[in-house]
């Protein structure tokens, strides 16, 4: 577990290459629904249009001044899909639960929904273990989940 104080705050510009960095990961790849990796000028336009949308919010984990990892939210319909990561230094040290947990606090009165690859097994413990029901949905690779 990580014991330093852990919060949430809101992505800027300034991250742009802390995003690009954490976003083409090896791991983070893997486990994303859209596996190639992400170039530059796609990233800068994406980041853009991520900060100026009403149904985007994106925020960074962060211990004191330390940038931990990543959590975004769309809004599709009457939900907001959860897409988050942490950084490759401090995984297996409980953050995941942690920036859900967060994130669950920050946005209480918000629908949350998840989409989960099947072979992520820490990420479906993470949605299972703070409470969010798994929808039954006929799929051979992903688990979707909503709270």
Not at 12 to 29: I, Q, S, Y
Not at 53 to 74: H, M, W, Y
Not at 81 to 87: A, F, G, L, N, Q
Request: proline share 1%; hydrophobic share 35%; aromatic share 12%.
């Amino acid at each position: 577990m990580y014991n330093q104080t852990l919060f949430l705050r809101e992505a800027t510009e300034n991250d742009a290459e802390l995003l690009f960095g954490w976003v083409n990961e090896e791991n983070v790849r893997k486990n994303s629904i859209r596996q190639e990796p992400v170039t530059w000028d796609n990233h800068i336009k994406w980041l853009a249009k991520k900060l100026n949308s009403p149904e985007t919010k994106l925020f960074i984990l962060c211990s004191e001044n330390e940038a931990l990892g990543q959590i975004r939210v769309d809004k599709k319909d009457l939900y907001w899909e959860i897409d988050y990561s942490v950084d490759y230094q401090y995984r297996g040290k409980g953050l995941g639960k942690e920036i859900v947990r967060l994130l669950i606090k920050k946005l209480e009165n918000y629908k949350l929904k998840a989409t989960v690859k099947k072979q992520n097994k820490a990420s479906i413990n993470v949605f299972v273990n703070l409470g969010f029901k798994k929808i039954q949905i006929e799929s051979d690779d992903f688990e979707y989940f909503e709270y």
